[in-house]
């Protein structure tokens, strides 16, 4: 099938778009200047979207939001599904995704590795089991990040309200006089290196702790979860779906 990728000359766009490439889908690599090629293709221009999508399965867009928001509008128009890796979404950007799955199948994901579903069920189970318990998340990515905190890391706090049925109160780092209150779920962010993504919660309360980890050690992760909902998502029914529904699980 066609797959068109937005962002490939990323990070992470470049790893989908191998995979894409290298499950032997038709790879359409778009990029705002293009110049060579990804995994075999040559790059698009962004300005032709409209004309790439024409014959286009699916878009898979890891770009930013401001892109993203645009590059999916021009998908709900050529009656293109697509999946959203792209994190940072303010509440204009999220209902501007929501206006284009009237029209089309909407993926989106702010992980899509497996393990991080996995993840999603644990924290709610913990959440559950330990109630009362304080808890923090630490969440730590490559230094080039732009967002903060993380996709994956608002996803669990959210889950982790829905468990405890509470909004708990994000803290953003600590300093100065500053005891924790309760109802507060701390939020510590980390920028170094390479750092592929690792997302740490820990439950804490009577003399002890619970900690549960996700490390991403490679992007080939991300990118195989992507291209797995890029091919169960032509299709579907215009709406929104989550990477737990590809895999029979949770959600986002
Ligand atoms: N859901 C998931 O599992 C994952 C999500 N992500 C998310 O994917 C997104 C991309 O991350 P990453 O690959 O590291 O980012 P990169 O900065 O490496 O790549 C982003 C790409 O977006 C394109 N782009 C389009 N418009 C803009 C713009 N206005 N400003 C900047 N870039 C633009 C650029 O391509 P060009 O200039 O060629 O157009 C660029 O190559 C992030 O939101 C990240 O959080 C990342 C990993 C996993
Ligand atoms: O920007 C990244 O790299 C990642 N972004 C996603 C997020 O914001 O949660 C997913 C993953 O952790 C890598």
Same mark, same amino acid.
């Given at each position: 099938?066609?797959?068109?990728?937005?962002?490939?000359?990323?990070?992470?766009?470049?790893?989908?778009?191998?995979?894409?490439?290298?499950?032997?889908?038709?790879?359409?690599?778009?990029?705002?200047?293009?110049?060579?090629?990804?995994?075999?293709?040559?790059?698009?221009?962004?300005?032709?979207?409209?004309?790439?999508?024409?014959?286009?399965?699916?878009?898979?867009?890891?770009?930013?939001?401001?892109?993203?928001?645009?590059?999916?509008?021009?998908?709900?128009?050529?009656?293109?599904?697509?999946?959203?890796?792209?994190?940072?979404?303010?509440?204009?950007?999220?209902?501007?995704?929501?206006?284009?799955?009237?029209?089309?199948?909407?993926?989106?994901?702010?992980?899509?590795?497996?393990?991080?579903?996995?993840?999603? =069920? $644990?924290?709610? #189970?913990?959440?559950?089991?330990?109630?009362?318990? /304080?808890?923090? @998340? %630490?969440? +730590? &990515?490559?230094?080039?990040?732009?967002?903060?905190?993380?996709?994956?890391?608002?996803?669990?706090?959210?889950?982790?309200?829905?468990?405890?049925?509470?909004?708990?109160?994000?803290?953003?780092?600590?300093?100065?006089?500053?005891?924790?209150?309760?109802?507060?779920?701390?939020?510590?962010?980390?920028?170094?290196? =390479? $750092?592929?993504? #690792?997302?740490?919660?820990?439950?804490?309360?009577? /003399?002890?702790? @619970? %900690?549960? +980890? &996700?490390?991403?050690?490679?992007?080939?992760?991300?990118?195989?979860?992507?291209?797995?909902?890029?091919?169960?998502?032509?299709?579907?029914?215009?709406?929104?779906?989550?990477?737990?529904?590809?895999?029979?699980?949770?959600?986002?």
């Amino acid at each position: 099938m066609r797959v068109v990728v937005t962002g490939a000359t990323g990070r992470t766009g470049g790893e989908v778009a191998r995979e894409v490439a290298g499950r032997g889908h038709e790879l359409v690599p778009v990029s705002r200047e293009p110049a060579g090629t990804v995994a075999g293709a040559d790059l698009r221009p962004a300005e032709d979207l409209p004309a790439l999508l024409a014959d286009a399965a699916v878009l898979v867009d890891f770009t930013v939001p401001v892109a993203s928001v645009d590059y999916v509008g021009h998908a709900a128009e050529a009656g293109v599904p697509a999946v959203v890796g792209t994190t940072g979404f303010d509440s204009g950007g999220m209902s501007a995704l929501d206006d284009a799955a009237e029209s089309v199948p909407l993926l989106k994901a702010s992980n899509f590795a497996r393990g991080v579903q996995a993840l999603l =069920n $644990v924290v709610r #189970e913990a959440a559950t089991a330990l109630p009362g318990y /304080d808890v923090e @998340l %630490t969440e +730590t &990515h490559h230094n080039g990040k732009r967002d903060a905190p993380s996709g994956t890391a608002t996803t669990l706090l959210d889950a982790l309200d829905d468990a405890r049925e509470e909004s708990l109160d994000r803290t953003h780092g600590r300093e100065g006089e500053d005891p924790r209150e309760p109802g507060q779920v701390g939020v510590h962010v980390r920028r170094a290196g =390479n $750092v592929r993504g #690792e997302h740490e919660l820990m439950f804490a309360d009577n /003399d002890e702790v @619970l %900690t549960l +980890t &996700h490390r991403a050690e490679s992007r080939g992760v991300f990118a195989a979860g992507a291209v797995d909902a890029a091919e169960w998502l032509p299709g579907r029914a215009p709406g929104r779906y989550e990477f737990g529904d590809v895999i029979g699980d949770g959600d986002d």
